[in-house]
């Protein structure tokens, strides 16, 4: 089974960096996705890791190792807009469906 | 117009009614998934599918059931609805084990 921990809610400041922190503890790894959700709305996919480092797209960025079963979203130059939740999901070993952490409320304030 | 649809948007009922939710896609993907999703615990599976021919059970199977009609259609069934599966009901799709999952706009689910 699988173990994925998510800081349940964040504030940061308009304009700002935040990092969304996932760590996670399975049997064998097979990849990890973030999405972000709006209140009310569906899952929008953010990124995708397999293998460690980082990849950047615009302000978004994530991070993934492997071995230190670990994973954060990186935000930047923060907008109203990115107020939403930010949800970690990975596909274990042997799997082929990813399992969700239970997401994290990110608050954008001015 | 949405790649991944449901229907309903929202559906208030009584307990012990039986209850369907659809799901249509034009994404031409093979896999199909229905999740709910609560507050505080995030997206849960109840029933994948990977082919017309394919149904496989989820984390909380329990008290649902699935068709999957087409490769474009799969749809949720609540045979006798109880309040505590209450909740936001999304279905999605995939290409493959690699590619994100894209998602329906969810249905709202009220059992009272």
């Known amino acids: 089974g699988q173990n994925i921990d998510q800081p349940t809610e964040m504030t940061a400041t308009e304009g700002a960096i935040v990092q969304i922190n996932c760590t996670y503890q399975?049997?064998?790894?097979?990849?990890l996705f973030w999405y972000q959700q709006h209140a009310g709305e569906a899952p929008t996919f953010l990124s995708y890791?397999?293998?460690?480092g980082l990849e950047e797209k615009g302000r978004f960025s994530s991070f993934l190792s492997r071995s230190k079963g670990y994973s954060y979203l990186l935000l930047k130059e923060l907008q109203m807009k990115d107020s939403a939740s930010y949800l970690c999901a990975v596909r274990e070993g042997g799997s082929y469906i990813p399992t969700f952490g239970r997401g994290t409320s990110l608050i954008v304030h001015p | 117009d949405a790649d991944v649809t449901q229907t309903p948007r929202n559906r208030i009922t009584k307990t012990g009614k039986r209850i369907m939710l659809e799901c249509s896609q034009t994404?031409?993907?093979?896999?199909m998934y229905w999740y709910r999703q609560d507050p505080g615990l995030g997206l849960r599976l109840i029933y994948y599918s990977f082919d017309v021919k394919d149904i496989n059970k989820g984390e909380i199977s329990d008290g649902y059931s699935v068709s999957r009609q087409a490769q474009a259609k799969f749809s949720l069934s609540l045979e006798s609805a109880i309040p505590n599966q209450t909740a936001l009901y999304f279905c999605?799709?995939?290409?493959?084990?690699?590619?994100?999952?894209?998602f329906g706009d969810g249905t709202r689910l009220s059992i009272l």
């Open positions: 399975t049997s064998g790894f097979n990849g």
């Open positions: 994404k031409g993907h093979d896999r």
């Open positions: 890791n397999v293998l460690d």
């Open positions: 999605a799709t995939s290409e493959g084990s690699n590619q994100p999952q894209h």
